[in-house]
């Protein structure tokens, strides 16, 4: 196990983490604010990667593909806001929860009417293909290298219009006390719509990004989506902050456990136990992460709650 390996894992986590905080943050801003457990966000996230994909392949250019991604499934989630989110803002989150988890049996289904059931290939921008020598003997992929560059600038973006802004603190006052900042004067039913739609954009931003680096396919938006509620609940419910520390972690643990648990597996079980086992341990490894968390903080790192 060499430092370079250790180091290019790291990056690797990083570069995970950030794009787990795209989805978290609005995940975690939609449920702060507007109290909606929108369990379909995933679906979101699966939209994207979808519509980047194929856009990418008829249009031969990445940033015209991430945009129409972006714009499609703003559209998508406007519809599915004005269509269904603002009958569940008055109800229970098992309402809530039963409702988004039928969109999410209706997105599998229009994907696999429109992709088929097999997945799609998401290519690598050509110009973004080759490596690039960070260190001497570490060469890493540059699309990897652009994902980290980007994820950082759009949580730089949030952490500003989040914190710097009078629309951030409207945000914040919702998050923290929505009676109170009612009371205030704040508008917070005008914000939901505008706080569901970023959150729909950041997840499509995500999706677009990250599908060239995993399988696009049926079914991924509910996979990415239980790292990303685990991040909510460590980061705090509400915290943009929380959810940018919080995935960070999941994303470096999970990703170090991928790597380095079959390795060490393999030490005194046989290979194929040690490759089946390594991604449980390395899950098992984000679960008690939260659970660690949990014990000391109970609502979570940076609850805007608390």
Do not use: K
């Not at 080759?130 to 570490?138: K, S």
């Not at 995500?206 to 790292?227: F, S, T, W, Y």
Request: charged share 10%.
């Amino acid at each position: 196990m060499s430092g370079i390996l250790v180091l290019e894992q790291l990056l690797n986590g990083l570069g995970y983490g950030l794009m787990l905080f795209l989805l978290a943050a609005g995940l975690t801003l939609v449920f702060g604010i507007m109290d909606v457990l929108n369990l379909a966000h995933g679906s979101l996230f699966m939209s994207g990667a979808y519509v980047a994909a194929e856009a990418h392949t008829r249009t031969g250019s990445f940033t015209a593909a991430i945009v129409i991604a972006v714009v499609v499934t703003v559209v998508v989630a406007l519809l599915l806001e004005v269509l269904l989110m603002r009958r569940l803002y008055t109800r229970d989150h098992l309402a809530q929860v039963l409702a988004t988890l039928g969109v999410i049996l209706v997105a599998d289904d229009i994907v696999t009417m429109a992709w088929g059931p097999s997945p799609v290939m998401a290519p690598t921008p050509a110009a973004l293909s080759g490596p690039v020598n960070l260190i001497d003997g570490l060469p890493y992929p540059a699309y990897r290298l652009v994902i980290l560059v980007g994820g950082l600038l759009v949580a730089l973006a949030l952490y500003l219009l989040v914190n710097h802004t009078r629309i951030g603190m409207r945000v914040r006052a919702g998050a923290s006390d929505r009676p109170m900042a009612e009371l205030m004067g704040v508008r917070v039913g005008r914000i939901f719509n505008g706080v569901f739609l970023l959150g729909a954009a950041l997840a499509a931003l995500a999706g677009a990004l990250m599908g060239p680096i995993v399988a696009v396919q049926v079914g991924m938006g509910e996979a990415i989506l239980i790292p990303a509620l685990v991040v909510l609940v460590i980061g705090g419910i509400g915290s943009v902050r929380g959810a940018f520390v919080a995935a960070l972690l999941v994303g470096v643990v999970d990703t170090i456990g991928r790597a380095f648990v079959p390795m060490l597996l393999r030490a005194t079980l046989p290979p194929a136990t040690a490759a089946d086992l390594g991604p449980l341990f390395a899950e098992v490894a984000m679960y008690a992460l939260m659970v660690a968390v949990l014990i000391f903080r109970p609502s979570g790192l940076f609850s805007a709650r608390a």
